[in-house]
């Protein structure tokens, strides 16, 4: 029953103070781990975003081809052999790109390399095609007739739709359509003096995926396997292999999460077409790191958790004795009491403030996308703003001074406007003001388009009709796409944006009247492609900056090869290039997009938007994180501060606590000590009127008691025989051994006046202080038949009964057996009253049982005593002995018994009593392993010398 309490006790406390905290401590870890892994395949999300983004941009075939073209020519050209670095770059092409291509290649001298050419090979045409480029002092003229004499013939090799506009604007391989029909057809040539090659190119109908196919195969072979973009088309068959991507393709089209994570890999799906995909799909090298963290965590958990309870099993079930004392556990309690809420609290507070700082960057993300997005939209009311100045400034000219004074007018053009004024005449007669000389010539086609336009729009206000041979319509067409000529009428004095031939940008169309009324003359401001967004970011980017906290502003306009680095605002940003690659996934992702980044040691926050209302325009927040942490890192300082606090608190209490309930253990455990050491004048200070005070009272009663009993315990050994008795040949030796302080056990031996010698031994029932007064009182009376010279053991056992019976009326009896020894006869005569038999041992022969059945003293009133006589011959011996001896248990559990102790006492015998009884004493130490005993043990030997001294 006490093994399963125990090990009940011990499960509850294995689970509660070992389980408990090492479950705890996993949780926690495990959830920050959870954290910081999902922060890392978020990363490793935006990559695979970024890898596909970058592949989807290759969908414009024709734009994809002209570069790869030019990239060959480039290539080819910076080679000493020029063919045969082309050579290996048209047959890598072919091999890519099966099937689509025929390739013409013109040495030098114009010969045409027949292994690397089509074989239908029109020689002479393309010879008298690159003749007619590479003359040097051919007018536009005649190339233009030259030219349209082979154009049916290039028609018949490229496709039927080459117009000569196109032979022009195709050169530099820029590819032209050729062929609109089902098969469509593109064409483009490239032609230097070192060598020429002309390309016809037939699309299939695939044609729109050759790009991104070719740039997924390109990127997986460069990459190593590390990242792989497949291309899903629900038609296609696939390899078992892409399984995987298939489910994550059905995943997506079920829930519609471009991001997917099982095993252990990660998926980005990205629409292309209204069938096909494509699909990004990487292992997570951090999945599989936080998974062994986590096998690691699991192991050591296991590893500590069987430790502690294997600990505790031993302390608890096996009851070994705990090598930490009383105050030191109490102490080690108190911590942990405190020590598991703590811990509670601080995986608690750490995921809160975690989550505090992902809510706090959102929301400065958020505040800067705001203001991003604000300070877009203030571009439609700085173009107000700026058109208000300018029908302020253009109503300040006056027709006449145009007319009479027009190149005195530079001075009253603000330099702010950094625009081009050209005033143009009824006639179409133009005069161009430059106001910053650094500008790039405003183009000829663009003025003649819009002289043009201004004699057809002076026209329509003075309801007269256009000059001869001029198609308002298509001119108003050209500006501003299909609008009517209403609407552009009522877009006068307004900012808008053009498309003039090869030009494009902003102009302000502001008529100049006449005192009738009439419209003399037309006013044109006109601004360059994205200049008016370049002058909006230098006039208030700055000043925006200034009204924000920690907070940069950078804005990037790229040209129209779409160079990021173009035209940044401020100049002189000084971290342009590394914002780089941030505008460069801006502008993939065309859209928002916030990260944290690390510049120079320092977290920032980066805020980017694509402007609307500033076309083409990035433009980037970049705030400091450095508030928000110090933010956390103050709060994690509080939150460790109460911890420690607590933690110190729970020990000041545990160790105050322990303090008081401990000192006064102490001084019992003092006490305690005293009485082991049998000082029994030790008190215990007063303690209070508590619990711990009553037991210091009551221990100092025991202690009293106890100084009682340890007189008692002195006067009662005083009545025991010191030392051996020797009378004749004849020795006598007892010891006895208490159970308790006093005994009931009693033995004696007198030398009588007659010369023989007395022996008794007796055994009241039970010990303690009781049976010791019992004893005591048979002392007494045994002194007292001495003292009437009764000499008879028969008799002396008779008178003993009677007053026992008398003095214990029956609450206690004495067995005892009474013995007188004759020196000179050697007779024994004995009598006995229920005590154990003696042992009677002769020489070599098997010891004998002095048997004498009889009642004990103090049981019956007519109880009769009988007497028996022995002669002790030489080397005899007589071994009397109490029930204690008999009634011990061995290390077994095995009870002694008579036999046992008749049959081995006999080899522990010698000449000597005293010897006998120390053997006999240590044998039986040897037997019981030292144990406490139960009862009483008296030992006494009575032996005749062997031979004459």
């Given at each position: 029953m006490k093994y399963w309490k125990n090990t009940l006790n011990w499960v509850l406390t294995s689970l509660v103070f070992f389980a408990l905290p090492i479950l705890l401590s996993c949780y926690g870890l495990g959830k920050y781990w959870a954290t910081l892994e999902n922060d890392e395949i978020e990363q490793e999300f935006d990559l695979l975003e970024q890898k596909l983004l970058e592949i989807r941009k290759m969908d414009n075939p024709r734009k994809y081809f002209t570069e790869l073209l030019r990239l060959i020519a480039i290539n080819s050209r910076a080679e000493k052999n020029h063919?045969?670095?082309?050579?290996?770059?048209?047959?890598?092409?072919?091999?890519?790109?099966?099937?689509?291509?025929?390739?013409?290649?013109?040495d030098k001298k114009g010969e045409l390399v027949e292994k690397l050419s089509f074989s239908s090979s029109p020689k002479k045409v393309l010879q008298k095609f690159r003749s007619i480029y590479l003359q040097k002092d051919l007018s536009n003229s005649s190339r233009i007739q030259q030219l349209e004499e082979i154009l049916v013939f290039i028609r018949h090799i490229f496709g039927p739709e080459i117009t000569i506009g196109d032979l022009e604007s195709s050169f530099d391989l820029d590819l032209r359509k050729s062929s609109s029909q089902k098969e469509k057809a593109w064409f483009a040539y490239y032609i230097k003096s070192s060598f020429s090659f002309f390309v016809s190119i037939n699309s299939p109908e695939n044609w729109e995926m050759l790009p991104i196919k070719n740039s997924a195969r390109v990127f997986n072979k460069k990459n190593n396997g590390k990242i792989k973009i497949s291309i899903f088309q629900p038609l296609v068959k696939r390899n078992r292999s892409d399984a995987e991507m298939e489910l994550a393709i059905a995943m997506f089209n079920h829930d519609g999460n471009p991001r997917l994570n099982f095993?252990?890999?990660?998926?980005?799906?990205?629409?292309?077409?209204?069938?096909a995909k494509l699909c990004a799909f990487k292992f997570s090298e951090n999945v599989k790191a936080f998974l062994e963290y986590r096998f690691i965590l699991v192991v050591v958990a296991i590893l500590l958790f069987s430790i502690f309870a294997i600990f505790s099993h031993f302390i608890i079930v096996k009851e070994v004795k705990f090598p930490i004392n009383i105050r030191n556990r109490l102490s080690l309690l108190f911590s942990f009491a405190s020590g598991l809420p703590l811990l509670v609290i601080i995986l608690s507070g750490h995921d809160y403030l975690f989550e505090k700082e992902k809510i706090k960057i959102q929301e400065q993300f958020a505040q800067s996308e705001q203001v991003l997005t604000g300070f877009d939209g203030r571009f439609p009311e700085w173009l107000a703003f700026l058109t208000k100045k300018l029908i302020k400034l253009s109503q300040s000219w006056k027709t006449s001074d145009f007319e009479k004074n027009g190149p005195q007018l530079d001075n009253r053009i603000p330099q702010k406007f950094d625009s081009d004024v050209i005033f143009f005449e009824k006639t179409g007669r133009s005069k161009v003001f430059k106001i910053n000389q650094k500008k790039d010539e405003t183009s000829a086609s663009f003025i003649k388009a819009l002289g043009s336009l201004a004699r057809c729009l002076i026209a329509t206000l003075n309801n007269e009709e256009p000059t001869k041979g001029i198609n308002s319509i298509d001119i108003l067409t050209d500006l501003v796409g299909k609008h009517a000529l209403d609407n552009l009428l009522h877009s006068l004095s307004k900012i808008i944006p053009h498309s003039l031939g090869l030009d494009s940008g902003w102009i302000f169309l502001y008529p100049m009247m006449d005192v009738q009324g009439k419209a003399r003359n037309l006013a044109c401001f006109s601004w360059k492609e994205r200049h008016l967004e370049h002058l909006f970011l230098k006039a208030n980017l700055l000043s925006t900056q200034r009204h924000l906290f920690l907070t940069k502003l950078y804005g990037v306009l790229p040209d129209r090869n779409e160079k990021l680095d173009d035209k940044p605002v401020p100049e002189n940003f000084s971290d342009k290039k590394f914002f780089l690659n941030f505008i460069r996934e801006l502008h993939l992702k065309q859209t928002s997009l916030h990260k944290r980044m690390s510049l120079r040691g320092h977290e920032i926050l980066v805020s980017g938007i694509k402007g609307k209302e500033l076309q083409g325009a990035f433009i980037l927040a970049i705030k400091s994180l450095e508030p928000i942490k110090s933010e956390m890192k103050g709060l994690r300082q509080k939150l460790w501060l109460f911890t420690i606090a607590c933690l110190l608190l729970s020990l000041f209490l545990g160790t105050r606590l322990s303090k008081h309930f401990l000192e006064p253990i102490s001084d019992i455990?003092?006490?305690?000590?005293?009485?082991?050491?049998?000082?029994?004048?030790?008190?215990?200070?007063?303690?209070?009127?508590?619990?711990f005070g009553k037991l210091a009272f009551t221990f100092n009663e025991m202690m009293e008691s106890l100084s009682e009993v340890e007189l008692g315990r002195m006067v009662q050994e005083s009545l025991l025989p010191q030392g051996d008795i020797s009378i004749g040949d004849f020795r006598f030796f007892g010891r006895t051994r208490f159970a308790s302080r006093m005994g009931g056990d009693y033995f004696d031996s007198k030398v009588l006046s007659n010369g023989c010698l007395l022996i008794i031994i007796g055994d009241v029932s039970g010990h303690g202080i009781a049976s010791a007064m019992v004893m005591g009182m048979a002392k007494a009376l045994l002194e007292n038949q001495l003292i009437l010279k009764e000499f008879n053991p028969q008799k002396i056992l008779n008178?003993?009964?009677?007053?026992l019976l008398e003095a214990i009326r029956k609450k206690k009896m004495m067995t005892c057996f009474c013995g007188i020894l004759n020196p000179d006869t050697g007779v024994f005569s004995y009598s006995n009253a229920g005590h154990n038999y003696p042992y009677f041992f002769s020489g070599e022969k098997v010891?004998?049982?002095?048997?004498?059945?009889?009642?004990?003293?103090g049981c019956r009133k007519k109880a009769v005593f009988s007497l028996e006589n022995i002669t002790l011959s030489r080397g005899d011996s007589i071994m009397f002995y109490s029930d204690g001896l008999i009634e011990s248990q061995t290390k077994k559990g095995e009870v002694l018994g008579f036999q046992r102790v008749k049959k081995e006492v006999s080899h522990l015998l010698s000449e000597n009593p005293e010897k006998s009884v120390s053997n006999i004493f240590d044998w039986h130490g040897e037997l019981t392993g030292n144990a406490s005993i139960q009862d009483d043990i008296t030992v006494a030997i009575l032996s005749r010398n062997s031979s004459l001294k």
């Open positions: 063919i045969a670095k082309l050579e290996s770059e048209l047959v890598s092409l072919k091999k890519t790109f099966p099937g689509i291509f025929r390739i013409w290649v013109l095993n252990g890999k990660l998926f980005f799906i990205m629409p292309f077409s209204s069938t455990t003092r006490g305690v000590s005293a009485v082991s050491r049998k000082n029994f004048d030790f008190r215990l200070p007063a303690l209070g009127d508590d619990e008178n003993l009964n009677i007053t010891p004998v049982d002095l048997e004498m059945p009889s009642y004990p003293l």
